[in-house]
């Protein structure tokens, strides 16, 4: 397992819920002048958009991430997208955090399976920062600690050598490798079968550096080439015409973790899997973590300053609903295996003297927006994920 696989997983599951994020808050913001006070507006999106991105990209937060460490169970990662999730005035219940994690695991699998090469994963990763930066164009300061990760990761992935980013993507198959779920955006493009499986193609552009398939050269001991065959091959391969940018600015090339939500199409899941498959997740979740200490540890460091305080006076912020009615969402919730829902992970990280300080001191700077006034009625699912921090 890679120890420099964790702030790419982060860095673009988390493009990918500012993607669902920005295309949901879209779909359901009213023009100022008209939106009543339990209507979203788009000045109440750009601020989401805003404390989300400033908390994820805090720089104490990022050093700690870009630190060499093993991925953690699935579980504690999802802990940190609640968590960011809520740093601002929205609110989603556990059905629609469900449906948002989904969504962001599935659509980063997809690319990591669809990389030409295992480098790539590093320019999938620009696409999403470059499409970060554009939602907070407008905020220099926010836009100034997105810029500084770019220069981080920059400087720390350039370097590896091939083989080094061919574990990465080992280390970030492994961790996709039991989740199968369906989504329509995937199925209606039949890039996924019913069962959840993405269907690989197998014609487009050959990795950079590559050729196309289709010759057989043959060599001597002396490594003088005697004779060529060719030989038709199933796909219909091309060469690509440049490499994408690894600098801070400049033409990808890969469009792969660019926004598929950009056009309007509806953001559905289905969660797929046979009752054995249930079943064996349960039992994934019920067997002793030995790792599970290193793991609140690992939490603890990441979001020992950050407290998410809910409001005064029974104010309870924006909610968001990403599925189509609030009838769908609740049926989600009451069917929603129970085996499959995420419980509140209390950290016990105050214990040891000087503990409280030293976590008080990472993120300890970060602000968590509180709805505003007369926003009561935008929500009632406040999670209290964290209450136990």
Known sequence: MSSRTLPLLFLNLGGEMLYILDQRLRAQSIPGEKARKDEWTDVDRKRVMNDIIATMFNKKFMEELFKPQDLYSKKALRTVYDRLAHASIMRLNQASMDKLYDLMTMAFKYQVLLCPRPRDILLVTFNHLDAIKDFISNSPGILNQVDETFRQLIETYNCLSDGEFQLIRQTLLIFFQDM??????????????????????????????????????????????????????????????????????????????????????????????????????????????????????????????????????????????????????????????????????????????????????????????????????????????????
Request: proline share 6%; glycine share 10%; aromatic share 6%.
């Open 180 to 389: 199968h779920i369906r989504v329509s955006i995937f199925l209606k493009d039949k890039v996924q079968n019913s069962n959840g499986r993405f269907v690989l193609p197998i014609s487009g552009p050959v990795p950079w550096g590559t050729e196309v398939p289709g010759l057989i050269r043959i060599f001597n001991h002396k490594g003088v080439e005697v004779k060529r065959a060719e030989f038709t091959t199933a796909g219909n391969y091309v060469t690509p015409q440049r490499e994408g940018s690894f600098e801070l600015y400049g033409d990808r090339v890969l469009k792969l973790g660019t926004n598929m939500y950009s056009v309007t199409r509806p953001v559905e899941t289905h969660v797929s899997g046979s009752s054995k498959n249930l079943a064996s997740q349960a039992k994934e979740n019920i067997v002793p973590n030995p790792l599970a200490k290193e793991e609140l540890n690992f939490l603890a460091r990441l979001l020992g300053g950050l407290d998410i305080q809910k409001p005064a006076g029974g104010e309870t912020g924006f909610r968001l609903n990403l599925f189509t009615t609030d009838e769908e969402e609740e049926h989600a919730a009451q069917t929603r295996p129970e085996e499959l829902s995420y419980k509140v992970i209390n950290i016990e990280a105050m214990q040891e003297p000087g503990r409280r300080a030293e976590l008080s001191r990472i993120l300890g700077e970060l602000e968590v927006a509180e709805p505003r006034p007369g926003s009561a009625e935008k929500g009632e699912d406040l999670l209290a994920l964290m209450d136990g921090l």
